[in-house]
């Protein structure tokens, strides 16, 4: 009797243990690194691997396998409980730990459609720089982004608004950030939401954008004043135009996981998709919202061209080490780990 328990045991450890294998070692990890170093398909896969544990614990229970196979498994399947529906980390190492791994592992993750999208966009800054007459102006620049200024306007007129004495009140300038935050956000939001429309009008509005603000910067070139037009624009233009284009990128990843599903099908390509992309539109809400104080604040009592050129050349360094770098060294760690195994194989 004991003999064909053995047996049994030795023939259900083999099918299953490659699983539990699996699960101990992302277990392992979670102790040591603690939940927000597990990657996003390691995430995916957890409660897959737990829910296999808990049935090869039923069935070992039902067939009664030996003592020593039913203790692993009920301490594999209770760690793991505890692991998928534990105590929830709390609101401030959950921020810490998003804003130290998760939205700049977004970014990279989707960054194909982060490229195309900033591609777009500086084709329409492109096209738009090169507008030189005053019909294609009006056509181009709604009046509220314009604000009066035209072909028509003095050169006196369009440098008064680069250079505002008047918009050092503190409580003006609150208003004017948060009309900012909300604006930009707004169409940040509106950019991700029509990747579902497979990207196409996504891509028109990064496009129009782009044009706009080129049309713009084409207005004060005539006069003699791109530098200090873009000496206004870049401090938040910075951060503002590479949020949006984030934000385009997101949408452009949710249509390439369905235009290029790959070989686990659509719905899984989408749910991995979806789950970067709104931790990336998460992220993003953040730069709107630094964009807004820097428009609304910093740059209009800031008014030496020196010195907002310092401000946007800071904020770029700041933004491509960040997002480019931040959270690398985890899955560098994680991949040396997994290799590990491989290695001990081949060399058996």
């Given at each position: 009797?004991?003999?064909?328990?053995?047996?049994?045991?030795?023939?259900?450890?083999?099918?299953?243990?490659?699983?539990?294998?699996?699960?101990?070692?992302?277990l392992?990890?979670?102790?040591?690194?603690?939940?927000?170093?597990?990657g996003?398909?390691?995430?995916?896969?957890?409660?897959?691997?737990?829910?296999?544990?808990?049935?090869?614990?039923s069935?070992?229970?039902?067939?009664?396998?030996?003592?020593?196979l039913?203790?692993?498994?009920?301490?594999?399947?209770?760690?793991?409980?505890?692991?998928?529906y534990?105590?929830?980390?709390?609101?401030?190492?959950?921020?810490?730990?998003?804003?130290?791994?998760?939205f700049?592992?977004?970014?990279?993750?989707?960054s194909?459609g982060?490229?195309?999208?900033?591609?777009t966009?500086?084709a329409?800054l492109?096209?738009?720089?090169?507008?030189?007459?005053a019909?294609?102006?009006?056509?181009?620049v709604?009046?509220?982004?314009?604000?009066?200024?035209?072909?028509?306007s003095?050169t006196?007129?369009?440098?008064?608004?680069?250079?505002?004495?008047?918009?050092?009140?503190?409580?003006?300038?609150?208003?004017?950030?948060?009309?900012?935050f909300?604006?930009?956000?707004?169409?940040?939001?509106?950019?991700?939401?029509?990747?579902?429309?497979?990207?196409?009008p996504?891509?028109?509005?990064?496009?129009?954008?782009?044009?706009?603000?080129?049309?713009?910067?084409?207005?004060?070139?005539?006069?003699?004043?791109?530098?200090?037009?873009?000496?206004?624009?870049?401090?938040?233009?910075?951060?503002?135009?590479?949020?949006i284009?984030?934000c385009?990128?997101a949408g452009?990843?949710?249509?390439?996981?369905?235009?290029r599903p790959?070989?686990?099908?659509?719905?899984?390509?989408?749910?991995l998709?979806g789950?970067?992309?709104?931790?990336?539109?998460?992220?993003?809400?953040?730069?709107?919202?630094?964009?807004?104080?820097?428009?609304?604040?910093?740059?209009?009592l800031?008014?030496?061209?020196?010195?907002?050129?310092?401000l946007?050349g800071?904020?770029?360094?700041?933004?491509?080490?960040?997002?480019?770098?931040?959270g690398?060294?985890?899955?560098?760690?994680?991949?040396?780990?997994?290799?590990?195994?491989?290695?001990?194989?081949?060399?058996?």
């Amino acid at each position: 009797m004991d003999q064909g328990i053995r047996l049994r045991s030795a023939d259900f450890r083999r099918e299953r243990e490659a699983q539990w294998l699996e699960l101990e070692e992302l277990l392992d990890q979670v102790g040591r690194r603690g939940l927000g170093s597990l990657g996003p398909e390691e995430l995916q896969r957890l409660p897959a691997l737990y829910r296999a544990a808990v049935s090869s614990l039923s069935v070992a229970r039902a067939i009664s396998l030996d003592r020593a196979l039913l203790a692993y498994l009920e301490s594999l399947a209770s760690r793991a409980y505890f692991c998928v529906y534990g105590v929830k980390p709390r609101a401030w190492a959950a921020a810490r730990d998003f804003l130290r791994r998760g939205f700049p592992r977004a970014v990279r993750a989707l960054s194909l459609g982060v490229l195309i999208s900033l591609l777009t966009l500086g084709a329409g800054l492109a096209v738009g720089l090169a507008v030189d007459d005053a019909d294609t102006y009006h056509a181009l620049v709604p009046d509220a982004l314009a604000q009066g200024r035209s072909h028509t306007s003095t050169t006196e007129e369009l440098r008064a608004v680069l250079y505002d004495a008047t918009a050092g009140d503190g409580e003006g300038l609150g208003v004017f950030a948060s009309f900012l935050f909300t604006h930009n956000a707004k169409i940040g939001l509106l950019v991700f939401a029509l990747g579902f429309a497979l990207g196409l009008p996504s891509l028109l509005l990064l496009f129009y954008n782009g044009l706009m603000l080129g049309a713009m910067g084409a207005l004060y070139a005539s006069r003699g004043l791109a530098l200090d037009f873009w000496g206004w624009v870049l401090p938040h233009g910075v951060t503002e135009l590479l949020a949006i284009g984030l934000c385009g990128g997101a949408g452009l990843g949710l249509a390439l996981a369905l235009l290029r599903p790959g070989r686990h099908g659509r719905l899984h390509a989408l749910g991995l998709a979806g789950r970067q992309a709104g931790l990336l539109v998460l992220g993003t809400v953040l730069m709107f919202l630094a964009a807004g104080l820097i428009e609304g604040y910093l740059r209009q009592l800031v008014r030496d061209p020196l010195t907002r050129y310092a401000l946007a050349g800071a904020s770029l360094v700041f933004w491509a080490a960040y997002l480019g770098l931040a959270g690398r060294h985890h899955s560098a760690r994680r991949g040396e780990r997994r290799r590990r195994p491989r290695d001990a194989e081949a060399g058996a």
